[in-house]
């Protein structure tokens, strides 16, 4: 191959000083290399970026390299594979049928390389992942139809079944739920969605007779790590009490301080505003041993009716 050097790796043996300096003058640092100079002393390169800073421009370069496997495609660059969407300058919202998640989900993809999926059935938001989004050839080639699964190793699974409950004490058990009865749980009901101005998506849901809204967001992790968090917004024209959320599920739930959990030592739950009566407490139904974090909603007067918001930001 030609002499130069594999940056892929870099972040692994490199240090962010060497890889400045060698990105700024290849030559000097391996002579003989091909590479040649792209950043020109006092002449800005891709002004449109970063100002057309050059240690700005090189730090971004080193926080896509820092996410490995995770980092996906880069922007503007073609996919080898044509059936890949790429989320450019805006999410992409893609219903289609998905492995182990069913034929009722909604993808939504983020430029900020971690993603979602809402599932309208189960009326819950169903899984993230960082990296590539998702392929369409399962949908749109042939006869359609095909389950597409999710081109990543670390899928987060979030809680199935109801998202929210109504529960007598913090001890009742939280409502069971069957997907094979391809029903969503009771007392709730799919409404749709809708869009801000930068085209990211809210989705709308009715639990009894509590509206609620769901607006999922991206953040980008320089070491690839998912990062996304969810926005919950809930209201009711008449007063309501003892309305839980199940925030979280896992074999071992540890509480870091006060709103923020370690769940199976890898992934970090922050919730906003912090509850001092969140439990962390043994799932009461399903067959294997696990835990499971609910959180008592807190309501404030919003005409005649009350208001409810939560944030919960994910790290894994």
Request: proline share 9%; net charge neutral; glycine share 8%.
């Given at each position: 191959?030609?002499?130069?050097?594999?940056?892929?790796?870099?972040?692994?043996?490199?240090?962010?000083?060497?890889?400045?300096?060698?990105?700024?003058?290849?030559?000097?640092?391996?002579?003989?290399?091909r590479?040649?100079?792209?950043?020109?002393?006092?002449?800005?390169?891709l002004p449109?970026?970063?100002?057309g800073?050059?240690?700005?421009?090189?730090?971004?370069?080193?926080?896509?390299?820092s996410?490995?496997?995770?980092?996906?495609?880069?922007?503007?660059?073609?996919?080898?594979?044509?059936?890949?969407?790429?989320?450019?300058?805006?999410?992409?919202?893609?219903?289609?049928?998905?492995?182990?998640?069913?034929?009722?989900?909604?993808?939504?993809?983020?430029?900020?390389?971690?993603?979602?999926?809402?599932?309208?059935?189960?009326?819950?938001?169903?899984?993230?992942?960082?990296?590539?989004?998702?392929?369409?050839?399962?949908?749109?080639?042939?006869?359609?139809?095909?389950?597409?699964?999710?081109?990543?190793?670390?899928?987060?699974?979030?809680?199935?079944?109801?998202?929210f409950?109504?529960?007598?004490?913090?001890?009742?058990?939280?409502?069971?739920?069957?997907?094979?009865?391809?029903?969503?749980?009771?007392?709730?009901?799919?409404?749709?969605?809708?869009?801000?101005?930068?085209?990211?998506?809210?989705?709308?849901?009715?639990?009894?007779?509590?509206?609620?809204?769901?607006?999922?967001?991206?953040?980008?992790?320089?070491e690839?790590?998912?990062?996304?968090?969810?926005?919950?917004?809930?209201?009711?024209?008449?007063?309501?009490?003892?309305?839980?959320?199940?925030?979280?599920?896992?074999?071992?739930?540890?509480?870091?301080?006060?709103?923020?959990?370690?769940?199976?030592?890898?992934?970090?739950?922050?919730?906003?505003p912090?509850?001092?009566?969140?439990?962390?407490?043994?799932?009461?139904?399903?067959?294997?041993?696990?835990?499971?974090?609910?959180?008592?909603?807190?309501?404030?007067?919003?005409?005649t009716?009350?208001?409810?918001?939560?944030?919960?930001?994910?790290?894994?």
């Open positions: 191959g030609l002499p130069s050097v594999n940056l892929s790796q870099a972040p692994d043996r490199l240090t962010p000083g060497y890889f400045h300096a060698y990105l700024a003058e290849p030559n000097r640092w391996r002579p003989g290399t590479m040649p100079p792209f950043w020109a002393p006092g002449v800005k390169v449109e970026i970063q100002g800073d050059p240690d700005k421009q090189m730090d971004a370069i080193w926080a896509y390299l996410q490995g496997a995770n980092a996906g495609m880069p922007a503007g660059m073609e996919p080898s594979d044509k059936s890949m969407l790429v989320p450019v300058d805006e999410p992409i919202v893609f219903r289609t049928f998905v492995d182990k998640l069913g034929a009722h989900a909604i993808a939504v993809g983020f430029r900020q390389k971690t993603h979602v999926i809402f599932d309208s059935m189960q009326v819950r938001m169903a899984a993230a992942w960082p990296g590539d989004f998702i392929k369409s050839d399962s949908a749109w080639n042939g006869r359609g139809g095909n389950y597409a699964g999710l081109p990543s190793q670390n899928v987060l699974q979030l809680p199935p079944g109801p998202a409950a109504s529960l007598d004490s913090q001890s009742t058990p939280w409502p069971a739920y069957d997907p094979s009865n391809k029903t969503s749980p009771e007392g709730f009901r799919f409404t749709g969605y809708r869009f801000d101005k930068a085209r990211n998506p809210t989705f709308l849901y009715r639990f009894n007779n509590i509206e609620i809204e769901e607006t999922p967001t991206a953040m980008f992790s320089a690839g790590k998912g990062h996304v968090i969810r926005k919950l917004k809930l209201t009711s024209a008449t007063p309501v009490k003892d309305i839980w959320f199940r925030a979280a599920i896992g074999k071992d739930i540890t509480t870091a301080k006060d709103g923020e959990f370690e769940i199976d030592k890898k992934i970090k739950c922050t919730l906003r912090s509850n001092p009566d969140s439990t962390i407490r043994a799932t009461l139904n399903g067959k294997d041993p696990a835990k499971e974090i609910v959180v008592p909603l807190k309501w404030t007067p919003k005409g009716g009350v208001e409810s918001e939560l944030e919960i930001e994910l790290v894994w």
